[in-house]
C-alpha cells in the first residue's frame, strides 16, 4: 500500500528557509514520480515541482514552477525513502497547505492526475 508522510511544515518569517519531507512507503521509484503541490485558502492546488520515475537518488527536478523557480529545490534520498522540498527566501505568499503525491508514469502537473496523496503540512510565512 502507498503511503506519503509529509512533515517539516510551521511558521516562518519573510526571508527564512525551510525543509519539507515525504516520507514514501509501499513502492518503488521505478515506476512512480513524485512531487509537490500546495494550497492556500481559496485557491486552488498548484503544482510547485516534479521528479519523473527513474531509479537512483536524483537532485534534478523534472519541473519547477515559475511561482518558485530559484528558490524552492526538490530532492530525493532513495536510502531515506524520502523526498525533500527545500524552501528559501519564503514569501507571505507561500502560505500554504504543502502536499506530496505520487502517481504511475511520468510527472503531471495537475493535481487530478495523482493517485496517491500525504496528508499535508501547514507552511505560514508572516512576520
Known amino acids: 500500500q502507498v503511503q506519503l508522510v509529509e512533515s517539516g511544515g510551521g511558521l516562518v518569517q519573510p526571508g527564512d528557509s525551510l525543509r519539507l519531507s515525504c516520507a514514501v512507503s509501499?513502492?518503488?521509484?521505478?515506476?512512480?514520480?513524485i512531487g509537490w503541490f500546495r494550497q492556500a485558502p481559496g485557491k486552488e492546488r498548484e503544482g510547485l515541482s516534479f521528479?519523473?520515475?527513474?531509479?537512483?537518488?536524483?537532485?534534478?527536478?523534472?519541473y519547477v514552477a515559475d511561482s518558485v523557480k530559484g528558490r524552492f529545490t526538490i530532492s530525493r534520498d532513495d536510502a531515506k525513502n524520502t523526498v525533500y522540498l527545500q524552501m528559501n527566501n519564503l514569501k507571505p505568499e507561500d502560505t500554504a497547505v504543502y502536499y506530496c503525491?505520487?502517481?504511475?508514469?511520468?510527472?503531471?502537473?495537475?493535481?487530478?492526475?495523482?493517485?496517491?496523496w500525504g496528508q499535508g503540512t501547514q507552511v505560514t510565512v508572516s512576520s
Open positions: 521528479l519523473n520515475s527513474r531509479d537512483g537518488n536524483t537532485h534534478v527536478a523534472d
Open positions: 509501499g513502492f518503488t521509484w521505478h515506476y512512480y514520480s
Open positions: 503525491a505520487a502517481k504511475v508514469g511520468p510527472i503531471a502537473t495537475i493535481h487530478h492526475s495523482y493517485n496517491y
